[in-house]
């Protein structure tokens, strides 16, 4: 099985910081797409950002020039440095991976249990 945990949420101010992380571990052969999502009370959750293994990336326009998603493969962490936050960008985060347990494996979809945002105006 593969676990994500996530870390580094908290409360900050608008215009403030803040950076997240994704560690996975248990039984990993690959890693594929690693992502982040969140989710505001109420609404649907919504794709953040994206990051390929090898490197590629791709953001929400609403967080775009704000948000920079970024990933270790050698520690299967993928990061999440937020800037400029607004109090829009409150929610719970989540961590999602597309992995393979082993070198014939389907690969999978995983996800963390979230970690809450909270940006005061």
């Known amino acids: 099985q593969v676990q994500l945990v996530e870390s580094g949420g908290g409360l900050v101010q608008a215009g403030g910081s803040l950076r997240l992380s994704c560690a996975a571990s248990?039984?990993?052969?690959?890693?594929?797409?690693m992502a982040w999502y969140r989710q505001a009370p109420g609404k649907e959750r919504e794709l953040v950002a994206t990051?390929?293994?090898?490197?590629?990336?791709n953001y929400a326009d609403s967080v775009k020039g704000r948000f920079t998603i970024s990933r270790d493969n050698a520690k299967n962490t993928v990061y999440l440095q937020m800037t400029s936050l607004k109090p829009e960008d409150t929610a719970v985060y989540y961590c999602?991976?597309?992995?393979?347990?082993?070198?014939?494996?389907?690969?999978?979809?995983?996800w963390g249990q979230g970690t809450q945002v909270t940006v005061s105006s």
């Open positions: 999602r991976a597309a992995a393979r347990r082993w070198r014939y494996d389907n690969e999978y979809v995983y």
């Open positions: 248990g039984t990993i052969f690959s890693i594929n797409v």
């Open positions: 990051i390929t293994n090898g490197g590629s990336t």
